[in-house]
């Protein structure tokens, strides 16, 4: 497994998507979360009650830097299958569950601790710009940052998982979007009761939560396995499509 | 591929031949956990190849040049393999000088010719030092150095004492490399037999005798059972006997001889053979 994890960390840091990628969320993160406060802060100066503590204005600046997340864990699997290098990549780690694991780990693992970094830049990008109307405590922000690297990681665990079902950059990332984005308006926009009970278990559902310290429609632990469900069966997905297909 | 039973001996260079489509990639893919087989198993030391812990310690595959990464130096790509097997980080610059890639170990393999990526697939599959190997086409793409270098190091990798099978299109490249046949028609295994072997069962081996009684020798010829061909006056061409029994039967008739040069067929020669007969019966065992 050691060298399983060292094979995936090395693929990792030696192409140029994944610190471009992990640049761009940090740039989206740093600008969506400086207009979110700008603009909570020109609320409160017109009388509305728009207070909240600046580290959860992170979960709206993800929405966009979510994206370029989701891309560098998609390539880390797709980048694979379209060089061609999967087969190298199994002729060095033949046993599939070995290799997923690894793959997944290393790329869960680096992108919550991307969280982590991220939940810092959007706070101190947007906390400046908010004044009294951002105001947190060190909770505030220990928690957010620790709710932004699970999901993160959640959603690392998810990419990996189908695009090794998928093997393609522009099926995982188009399944993703939907997935994080469209499916989610979705279930909001038609006003049926239990369509809405299902958005509420959608991944981004239980990222807010996990990022806000929110309790509505649950708190920070069962959103936490709502991410995990999602990440484990997309994962299970992947295993069984290596299992079952020729590399 | 159906009923392919093989055995690749050590010491040996073992070249796998085979019109495209004979399943000589499938076979290869097979061995190394690629693919799976429908029935039946690929085995190395007795073991899958997916059970092997640190694989490229055992097994050098070059299937495909075109598997790494593009965006990927030289070095990176051979770093990560190395990794991912606990092998000590020093044999990469060890195999790109064997490869002859130390010049441009930093570039972007996207950037590498075919040949170039052929001695990267080389290196990797050298990487970690491995009794068995397995070259699919490994000289495509490559110059004529390049197609010297490969049959030099495939040779004195067998000389080590290690299992090499070494398949191509070309047959004057297999006629240099190759000490044993292994020949596949659509996923038929037609001959598994030494080189010399393989040549040897060819009826394109032959002997020109020329001598001023052709005729009559020709007669006493057929009465021992061998074919001859009538060429010109003097000349015949005998198969299926030797130079000694040909010279003997003539000093005991009497008959002068002027010439008598046998001439061995070609690999390539013996391969057509061999495959147009697969092609025309289909299956057949053995040779």
């Known amino acids: 497994m050691k060298g399983a994890l060292a094979f995936e960390w090395t693929k990792l840091w030696t192409v140029r998507s994944t610190p471009w990628s992990l640049f761009a969320a940090a740039l989206l993160t740093a600008g969506v979360a400086a207009v979110v406060g700008v603009s909570a802060q020109a609320s409160a100066e017109n009388g509305f009650d728009t207070a909240r503590p600046a580290p959860h204005t992170v979960a709206d600046a993800l929405t966009l830097g979510q994206l370029a997340v989701v891309v560098t864990a998609t390539l880390a699997v797709t980048g694979e299958y379209a060089s061609g ?50 105001s947190f405590t060190a909770a505030d922000a220990v928690g957010s940052a620790l709710g932004t690297a699970a999901y993160l990681a959640g959603l690392a665990l998810l990419a990996t998982g189908l695009g090794t079902v998928l093997r393609s950059a522009a099926g995982t990332i188009t399944a993703m979007i939907m997935l994080l984005m469209a499916v989610p308006q979705l279930t909001q926009i038609a006003g049926i009761d239990w369509l809405e009970t299902v958005g509420d278990f959608l991944p981004s559902a239980a990222g807010v939560v996990l990022m806000t310290q929110d309790t509505d429609p649950y708190g920070t632990g069962p959103a936490a396995l709502v991410l995990a469900a999602w990440g484990l069966a997309a994962l299970t997905g992947g295993y069984v499509t290596l299992r079952r297909r020729d590399a | 591929m159906s ?47 997916t059970a092997i812990r640190h694989p490229l310690r055992e097994v050098g595959a070059l299937l495909d040049a075109r598997a790494a990464h593009p965006g990927r130096t030289a070095r990176a790509h051979l770093l990560g393999l190395a990794r991912s097997n606990g092998i000590a980080a020093d044999r990469v610059a060890e195999v790109l000088e064997l490869a002859g ?26 990487i970690g030092d491995p009794a068995v190997l397995l070259f699919d086409e490994p000289v495509n793409g490559l110059d004529p150095d390049g197609v010297r270098w490969i049959r030099d190091l495939v040779r004195s990798l067998a000389a080590e004492g290690r299992t090499v099978l070494l398949s191509s299109h070309l047959m004057s490249e297999m006629q240099e490399t190759a000490d044993h046949l292994v020949v596949l028609g659509r996923g038929h295994l037609i001959a598994d037999a030494p080189f010399g072997e393989v040549i ?88």
């Not at chain 2, 441009?104 to 599959?125: K, Y």
């Not at chain 2, 299926?240 to 001889?257: K, N, Q, T, V, Y």
Request: glycine fraction near 14%.
């Open chain 1, 85 to 134: 290098s999967i087969r190298t990549t199994l002729h060095s780690v033949p046993a599939r569950g070995r290799m997923l694991i690894g793959k997944a780990a290393v790329v869960t693992g680096v992108l919550g601790a991307a969280g982590l970094c991220l939940s810092a830049i959007g706070t101190a990008s947007a906390a400046p710009l908010m004044g009294e109307t951002g």
């Open chain 2, 200 to 287: 040897g069962r060819s009826s394109l081996n032959a002997i020109r005798v020329r001598s001023p009684h052709a005729e009559l020798l020709h007669r006493h010829l057929l009465g021992l059972g061998m074919a001859v061909e009538s060429k010109e006056a003097e000349e015949i061409i005998v198969t299926g006997g030797s130079p000694a029994e040909i010279g003997d039967l003539a000093f005991r008739h009497g008959i002068p001889l002027h010439e008598l040069s046998p001439r061995r067929a070609t690999l390539e020669e013996a391969y057509m053979e061999l495959t147009a007969d697969s092609v025309e019966y289909g299956k057949r065992e053995g040779i």
């Open chain 2, 101 to 126: 890639l130390t010049a441009v170990a930093g570039r972007r393999v996207g950037s590498f010719s075919l040949g170039m990526s052929q001695r990267l697939g080389i290196a990797a599959a050298l």
């Open chain 2, 3 to 49: 009923g392919l039973s093989l055995e690749i001996a050590p010491g040996k260079v073992t070249g796998f031949l085979g019109p495209n489509g004979a399943g000589k990639s499938t076979t290869m893919r097979m061995i190394t956990g690629l693919d799976a087989p429908s029935a039946g198993s690929a085995t190395i030391g007795g073991r899958p190849y």
